[in-house]
């Protein structure tokens, strides 16, 4: 063939067939071997003598010439046989290989000239081919979801996904050794497969739905995917006309209304939605809509007089993410706010101050007087920094104040019989009991209780995120802003110790994100010596930054290994300040560090490719000797252990693809849980795994965003209630306390976090829990003394009956020696079951003074 003297040359130049006197029509679905056989000659024969392959696609060929000896078939006016689903999909694969060889060929002999190799390539079928076989691939596998789950009820159906997954890999089986077939197949059973999620998560309305409720629905559907599966939903063309319609609804509301509304949805929706509408909302597309146009500035002017409307943005503010996108919005709106009030800032600052001393996000506030140092308004920036900083100074002093006066009132009664009785109960027996005395005080109390917790931990979670945004403020006003020494000076104070204390153990996730993770930071720093505060923050803190961090380890990207490495130098910090030995802490330092280390191998690699065993046999030996170091069994173990067990499985999900919902992968991050301890037997781990409810504390759209697909939060959350949880028996034994503060009262705390959720009854995990025992240890459960010792007593009965003792007299002799007694005995090493016993059958030995004498004698 010679090269082409100019312009363009066609791929039909390669393809032409001779003249001949026979020649034959092609239609739709031949293939060289069947018009070969349909004229009794070989395919080779056909094929020499139209210079083409036996493999060519012939869609793109008219005539075919026929050899001089073929028979033409006869003219029945039979149809063909109809091809079936798996014979249309093997031919559409056949002139798909056809196309890349014929393109290939193609190229390989056509001059090195740019212009001509790409024509040849956008010329050659390929894309059609491709796009043909992916239809018949849609249609075999449709063939198959229908014919397997059509008319069978919805609960008895096969899940489409596995339906889709088996019929994929039949189709790939059938074209085993052809590496071109394979991975356009794989593409294009992922494709359907994401395009049959995609389809079945978003919902259909009729009726009169809101665009914000169309998305909260959507929403709902979406808990629990992965984040590819929520891009393609996202990305749906009638998804993008709900978020459209979305901001246009809030954008013509009345400005109070719009700015709650759209505060409202950014609670209900995934980041990347919420960031989409508030984009939409800020930047209308209609220059038309002047109602539209508008409805940014009014919110943010409104922002400066309404401590509501401030509250609002300020929530929306803060759900715009950390990608350059958003950051250009949030200066955006920042700006739009510091322009309207640099010659006036006075009222701003009074509503700053009122809305976030209620809970407000101080982000906004500190963002605005960035912007006005930045113009030049250095006064202003003063006035509005002072918002902030006078606000948050409020909720610490008075707002967290009332809250725990509020909710100490309302459980006045339970905190005295949880000091009184509890000694003498179990765990398990103490909880039956809580829930037993809450069950009986009804809906209205109940509710009540609820709606206290909720706002004291709200504002916990609001103190917590100021702290961190004054900890970290933009560079413009680092010299006019408190030091980290002033900040934490705020936080040396008992009660804001206790309120934070008591909403960690609620709620972990009030230390979620960066600055309120640093505020935890600071909080541990001052107060360290506090042994009741460590008992809640450093379990939360740990729960919520160190272990999800540690959990996103990709190896092979060197980002998330630095990431990593930041985070290890955090957990040193803090278990410093947890009361764990330095020589424990660089020991388990290092090791971590030489398991990232490890991690960098080809074995880890074969885990991208479904071969995580690999992965697991690699980092065996690793978290074994982590097992044998000499802190093993203590609390470094505890520490050091889980954050092993979260590199190396974290890194096994993320390297592999796969999910903690894949059955395969429960066995091996059970293995790799056995090897360094961290779980007694791999049958409790899976189980376990499988048990994790992500719609509790860990909220809507917590770990999922930032690891390896949603399934992933899964495998946080049992880390987590197998880290605090481990070796709580063995610090009681030991007398151990910096075990106790990273074990049980983080397994109360963490439980919650995972499995609680909106039923304030939820076993371990109630709001009540542990947390009344924190506020009655603390003492600030006593707001006023009982009315009638009568009425005491009888409550004290019914908390005993509720926990499950069931014998009167015995719960009689509880009551009558009291607290004090049933501890002295605790500490004397009997069990509650022991107390239990002696109080049933050997009443007179109650009444024994269980202590030492002033010489340190028992008697």
Do not use: C
């Not at 912007?371 to 008075?398: C, E, F, P, V």
């Not at 505890?638 to 992968?665: E, W």
């Amino acid at each position: 063939m010679r090269p082409a003297d100019s312009g363009s040359i066609s791929v039909a130049q390669y393809v032409q067939p001779p003249a001949s006197s026979a020649q034959y029509t092609v239609q739709p679905h031949d293939t060289v071997q069947s018009v070969a056989a349909a004229h009794s000659v070989t395919p080779e024969e056909l094929a020499r003598t139209n210079h083409i392959s036996v493999d060519s696609d012939l869609s793109h060929i008219a005539l075919l010439a026929l050899p001089s000896h073929a028979v033409t078939p006869a003219n029945d006016d039979q149809p063909p046989p109809t091809q079936t689903p798996a014979q249309k999909t093997d031919a559409a694969i056949a002139a798909y290989d056809a196309a890349v060889k014929q393109r290939d060929d193609a190229l390989r002999n056509a001059p090195h000239n740019g212009a001509i190799r790409q024509e040849i390539a956008e010329s050659s079928g390929v894309d059609q081919a491709q796009k043909a076989m992916d239809t018949a691939i849609r249609d075999e596998i449709g063939s198959q979801i229908a014919s397997r789950n059509g008319g069978v009820p919805a609960e008895f159906q096969t899940p489409t996904d596995q339906i889709i997954q088996s019929a994929g890999d039949a189709i790939a089986a059938r074209h085993q050794g052809d590496s071109v077939a394979q991975s356009a197949i794989s593409a294009s059973v992922g494709a359907y497969q994401i395009e049959q999620q995609t389809n079945a998560l978003i919902p259909s309305f009729s009726g009169p739905w809101s665009a914000s409720d169309k998305l909260a629905a959507l929403s709902n559907n979406l808990q629990g995917k992965s984040q590819d599966v929520i891009d393609h939903v996202i990305a749906d063309p009638r998804v993008q006309g709900w978020i459209n319609d979305a901001a246009k609804e809030a954008a013509h509301k009345p400005t109070v209304d719009g700015a709650k509304d759209l505060a409202d949805l950014v609670q209900k929706v995934p980041p990347d939605i919420a960031r989409q509408v508030i984009q939409t909302w800020w930047t209308p597309s209609d220059p038309n809509d002047l109602t539209a146009q508008m409805s940014p500035a009014n919110v943010a002017s409104l922002a400066a007089t309404d401590k509501e409307t401030y509250k609002n943005l300020a929530a929306v503010y803060r759900a715009l993410g950390d990608d350059a996108q958003s950051q250009t919005l949030r200066q955006q709106m920042a700006s739009t706010i510091a322009s309207q009030q640099q010659d006036n800032p006075t009222f701003a600052q009074h509503t700053f101050t009122d809305a976030i001393s209620e809970g407000g996000d101080a982000k906004l506030a500190i963002d605005v007087a960035s912007q006005l140092q930045a113009a030049g308004k250095s006064d202003a920036a003063k006035l509005i920094l002072g918002s902030a900083i006078g606000g948050m100074h409020t909720l610490q002093k008075q707002t967290l104040s009332q809250d725990m006066q509020t909710y100490a009132k309302q459980t006045q009664e339970l905190n005295e019989l949880i000091k009184d009785l509890g000694p003498g109960l179990t765990s398990e027996q103490e909880q039956k009991a809580i829930d037993s005395y809450i069950a009986s005080k009804g809906k209205d109390w109940q509710d009540q209780l609820a709606a206290t917790k909720d706002k004291l931990v709200s504002d916990a979670r609001a103190f917590s995120g100021d702290l961190g945004e004054l900890l970290n403020v933009p560079d413009n006003l680092k010299s006019i802003a408190p030091t980290r020494d002033d900040l934490g000076k705020l936080t040396d104070d008992d009660t804001t110790r206790q309120a934070i204390a008591f909403a960690a153990t609620q709620d972990p996730s009030i230390f979620d994100g960066k600055d309120a993770g640093e505020a935890a930071k600071l909080m541990i720093e001052v107060s360290h010596k506090n042994k009741e505060f460590l008992n809640s923050v450093g379990p939360a803190y740990l729960s919520r930054n160190v272990l999800p961090a540690l959990a996103s380890l990709n190896p092979t990207d060197p980002a998330s290994v630095a990431k990593v490495n930041e985070t290890l130098a955090n957990l040193k910090e803090v278990a410093g300040f947890m009361g764990l030995p330095k020589s424990d802490i660089d020991e388990g330092t290092k090791k971590l560090q030489e398991e990232i280390e490890a991690l960098k191998t080809e074995s880890l690699a074969d885990a991208s490719k479904g071969k995580g065993i690999n992965a697991v046999a690699a980092t065996r030996n690793e978290l074994s000797e982590m097992k044998e170091m000499s802190f093993s069994s203590g609390a470094a173990g505890v520490l050091f252990r889980a954050a092993a067990l979260a590199i190396s499985g974290g890194a096994l999900i993320n390297q592999s693809g796969t999910t903690a919902d894949d059955p395969s992968l429960k066995n091996q991050l059970a293995e790799l849980a056995v090897s360094v301890g961290a779980v007694q037997d791999t049958a409790a781990f899976g189980v376990a795994v499988g048990l994790v409810d992500r719609s509790g504390g860990l909220g809507k759209w917590g770990l999922g965003a930032n690891l390896a697909g949603a399934a992933t939060e899964k495998f946080i959350g049992v880390l987590n209630v197998l880290y605090f949880a481990q070796t709580a028996q063995e610090g009681y034994e030991k007398h151990d306390i910096p075990t106790q503060v990273l074990s049980l009262v983080g397994a109360a705390g963490v439980g919650l976090s995972v499995f609680g959720g909106a039923d304030i009854l939820g076993g371990m995990a109630g709001p009540i829990g542990l947390g009344v025992a924190v506020v009655a240890s603390l003492g600030i459960g006593v707001a006023e003394h009982y009315v009638k010792e009568r009425e005491y007593h009888e409550a004290e009965d019914k908390f005993l009956e509720g926990a499950g003792v069931a014998d009167a007299g015995a719960r009689s002799q509880m009551i009558s020696v009291g607290g004090e007694q049933l501890q002295a005995m605790r500490d004397r090493g009997m069990s509650p079951e022991e107390i239990q016993d002696i109080a049933k059958n050997h009443p007179e030995w109650m009444h024994i003074a269980y202590t030492n004498d002033p010489l340190g004698r028992p008697y």
